[in-house]
DNA sequence: CGTAGCCTTGAAGGTGATCAATGTTTGTGG
DNA sequence: CCACAAACATTGATCACCTTCAAGGCTACG
């Protein structure tokens, strides 16, 4: 396959420590494809034959709940792994999460043979694999370790976790265009909730909006003062 | 170090795949530390120096709230790993939670040298240990899942998790001897809350007790029915 | 025998869910 | 280009679930 157009990938975290005909070996017969908005990369339930690395665009990795609606586990954006975590789960495993495009979106998709061959028997992508999987795993827990706190609390360490950390002057945006619907899944709350939230915030100046429909802005001092009070 | 007495470290789930030399050396300078009831085995924030994998009896491993609480994240019993995940993250780590024994509990106690030696360039060790963080990372999820729906269901569901699955009869014995005070800590819900649904299933024989201070057994159909209705 | 940890119950109160209605934006097909 | 549907945003009213607080009892253990 052509990866000339792809260079990005060879910067990506979980190829840190490796060289490039390593990377290359990693990538055979990995395939290009695109998303639009909203459509879906892979379902729960589906054989895992594959899983993705994420170009471009960002994806949400969303599990059914029996009530009807969609809690979102994971928001993965450019060089995260999608769906790759369950291939080690021997054959026969199926995706414990659907993953869908959040805009367009483009993944290399790999085959699972791919992973048997190459990605099993290299430490250092399992390390790095296992790495991802880590801070996947914090960020659970942090959320579960405020559980007990009330939602404005829950709310303003979601919206810190998802600032820009570029820069660090007082405001920031949020590195991802997040609906209100999207935040209330994540924190597995109702939407009403999160909108009479940040109504609150955009009232107080906690977060400001530059155009009518642009991003959101953060004013992260005031957002950690509005929490501990 | 004398592992003659503890033949059981070569059956754990960790150590699969592996031969008993590669196993001996990734036990390298490894020691045994024994703890009576409620003893920690290693504190959050202390330096991630050493891991442990639990020879007998259970450890929990908790995070402190904002709000002075303690969460439990995770129930670890014979074979399971306690601080090894974050053994990958680099020099000057600490541990991300603490681990406390629950009753007597024997370990044993891995210097971060042997990991980086003989774990860290082990591609099936890596593998293993991925195995491991994603069980754990998709009981996270389940209940992630389920933040939605009412506390009777999400403690049915904690309580099914439990149950030994060895037999498949009607009912069952809870696998750990679990506190309401760790149920409710587990959960993230406050204890009243869990004591007054566990006394209307006592009550209705969705849960029995055998002798007064003994174990308590479930009836898993009805426990399934209750949560339904 | 006193303390610490856990269990239990009841009463009161608040947070967030639910329901219903309406507006806005975006995308789609005629 | 317009009409319509689908997804998202918003607001208010009501209510249930769960928390909080207070008080007391039980058991284990030094």
Known sequence: ?????????????????????????????????????????????????????????????????????????????????????????????????????????????????TYREYWLPQAEIQTALNALLYKRMSTIQDDKTLSTSPLRTRLASFLLRHVDRDSDDGSQALSLALTRQEIADSLGVAVESVIRIMRDWLEDGTIQRQSEKGPEFIDIKKLLESVES
Chains 1, 2 share one sequence.
Do not use: W
């Not at 420590?17 to 639009?36: E, G, V, Y």
């Not at 990795?61 to 928001?75: A, W, Y």
């Not at 369950?86 to 483009?106: D, Y």
């Open 1 to 113: 396959m052509g990866l000339e157009n792809h260079e990005i990938v060879y910067q990506f975290e979980i190829f840190k420590n490796l060289n490039r005909p390593t990377i290359d070996r990693a990538l055979t017969n990995a395939s290009l494809r695109q998303f639009k908005h909203r459509e879906f990369i892979l379902r729960a339930g589906d054989p895992a034959e594959f899983f993705c690395i994420v170009l471009d665009g960002a994806a949400k990795l969303i599990r059914h709940s029996p009530r009807g609606e969609d809690l979102i586990m994971h928001f993965a954006v450019q060089g995260d792994l999608v769906g790759a975590l369950v291939m080690n789960q021997g054959p026969g495993s199926v995706f414990p999460v659907s993953a869908k495009s959040m805009g367009p979106t483009r993944v290399l998709c790999i085959p699972k043979a």
